[in-house]
C-alpha cells in the first residue's frame, strides 16, 4: 500500500453533478442487544461499549430495500424511472449470483437505462458516487445510485464476533449534471487486495473476520483517504461542515475523527439504531443528517469508507442548493 496521497480533483471544465433527492429503507423487524444477550456469550454492556450498537434491523431482500429507498428518492424530486439514465447499485449481498440485483430494481422502478452493481464492500456507496459523476462528465443526465444490503443473510448468527455488528438496510440518491462545476471537490478511491482476507464471506456462505486487524486497518486508511480527499479539494478539515462516515465501530469513527480532529458536533451516525449495514450504511448517515436539518446549501461535506478488500473511499463534496436546482427545473 502507498502512502502517496491519492485524492483526485475532478478536471476542470467537466461537466457537473449533484445529489438532487434521497430516500432511505429499513426493515420493521428490529433486533436488539438483549436479543443478542438471551442466545449468545454476550451482553448489551459489551455490545454498547465495544461498538455503540444498540440495535439493527433484519430482513427484507436486497432488491426489495433498494427498490424501497430508489422510490422515496425519485419521489422526492418529483421523477419517474423514465427520468433516470443509469441504475448503480453498490451492494456486497446481491440477491442472486446472476443477474444483478440491479436488473430487478431498474424493472421495479420502471428504469430502462443502464443497470448494474457495484460491489466495493462498504466502500460501495461513495465509490458508486464517484462513478456517477463520472458517467454524468459523459454526458448522462441522471444517475441514482443505492447502496443496499441484507448482511443478516451472510452472518453466522452464532458467532458474537459479527452477529452484532452487521445489519440489513437500504439508501439512495438522484445525481444530476448541473450548468456549473457540481459538487464534487475531491475524492479518493483505493484498494488494497493483499488484505482481502481480514474479512470475507465465500459465495453462499457466512462471513469470517479478523476484527482486531479491520479495526486497525480502518482507522489508519480513512484517515489517509479523508486527507486525500480534502487535499484534492483545496480545503482542511476546518473547513468541514459535517462529516459523514461509514459506521462500522464508534471506536473506529471516534479514533478516526480525532485524528483528522473532528468532534461530534460535525458527525453524523446511525450506527446506534442500524449496525453496520455496508453500503447503506454512509447514505443512512447522510439522510439522517439531512432530516435533521444539519446541511446547508454550500456547506463542505466529507464522506469517508473502508471495507473489505481491503477498499476505501473519500470524497468532498459542496452540499447543493437542492430546493434551488429542483424549482430551476433542472430536475423536470
Ligand atoms: O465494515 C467493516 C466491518 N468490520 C469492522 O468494522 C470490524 C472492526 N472491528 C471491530 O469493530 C472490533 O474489533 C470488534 C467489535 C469486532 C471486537 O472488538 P474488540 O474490542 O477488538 O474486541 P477483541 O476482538 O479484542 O476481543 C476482546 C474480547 C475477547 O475475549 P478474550 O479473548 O479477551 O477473552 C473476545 O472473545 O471480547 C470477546 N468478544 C466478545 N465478548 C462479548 C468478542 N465479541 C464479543 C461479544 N460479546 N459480542
Not at 433484519?58 to 422515496?72: I, K, V
Not at 488494497?192 to 481480514?198: A, F, H, N, T, V
Not at 476546518?238 to 460535525?266: K, M, T, Y
Request: aromatic share 4%; charged share 20%.
Amino acid at each position: 500500500m502507498s502512502d502517496t496521497p491519492t485524492g483526485t480533483r475532478p478536471a476542470p471544465g467537466t461537466r457537473g453533478a449533484a445529489i438532487v433527492s434521497w430516500g432511505t429503507a429499513l426493515p420493521d423487524n428490529v433486533v436488539t442487544n438483549a436479543d443478542f444477550e438471551a442466545r449468545l456469550d454476550t451482553t448489551d454492556a459489551w455490545i454498547t461499549e465495544r461498538t455503540g450498537i444498540k440495535e439493527r434491523r433484519h430482513g427484507g431482500s436486497t432488491a426489495s430495500l433498494a427498490t424501497e429507498a430508489g422510490r422515496a428518492a425519485l419521489d422526492a424530486a418529483g421523477l419517474t424511472g423514465d427520468d433516470i439514465d443509469y441504475l448503480l447499485l453498490a451492494t456486497t449481498t446481491p440477491d442472486y449470483q446472476i443477474p444483478s440485483t440491479a436488473s430487478e430494481v431498474e424493472d421495479a422502478l420502471g428504469i430502462r437505462g443502464g443497470a448494474s452493481d457495484l460491489n466495493a464492500a462498504c466502500s460501495g456507496f461513495v465509490y458508486a458516487l464517484v462513478h456517477a459523476h463520472g458517467l454524468i462528465a459523459m454526458g448522462l443526465q441522471r444517475v441514482l445510485i443505492i447502496g443496499a444490503e441484507t448482511m443478516s443473510r451472510v452472518t453466522d448468527m452464532e458467532d458474537r464476533n459479527t452477529a452484532i455488528l452487521f445489519g440489513d438496510g437500504a439508501g439512495a440518491v438522484v445525481v444530476e449534471a448541473t450548468d456549473d462545476d457540481g459538487q464534487l471537490l475531491g475524492f479518493d478511491l483505493g484498494s488494497d487486495g493483499s488484505l482481502r482476507s481480514l474479512l470475507d464471506a465465500p459465495i453462499g456462505g457466512v462471513m469470517q473476520m479478523n476484527g482486531k486487524e479491520v479495526f486497525r486497518q480502518a482507522v489508519t486508511v480513512m484517515v489517509r483517504s479523508a486527507n486525500a480527499s480534502l487535499a484534492a479539494a483545496g480545503a482542511t478539515a476546518d473547513d468541514l461542515a459535517l462529516v459523514v462516515p461509514h459506521q462500522a465501530n464508534i471506536r473506529i469513527i471516534d479514533a478516526a475523527c480525532n485524528r483528522l480532529g473532528i468532534g461530534s458536533d460535525r458527525l453524523a451516525t446511525v450506527l446506534h439504531a442500524t449496525g453496520n449495514t455496508s453500503s447503506a450504511s454512509i447514505p443512512l448517515a447522510l439522510v439522517d443528517a439531512l432530516d435533521a436539518g444539519r446541511v446547508a446549501p454550500g456547506d463542505l461535506v466529507l464522506l469517508v469508507g473502508f471495507g473489505a478488500g481491503m477498499s476505501w473511499a473519500s470524497a468532498v463534496v459542496r452540499w447543493p442548493d437542492v430546493d434551488a436546482l429542483r424549482s430551476s427545473g433542472a430536475t423536470s
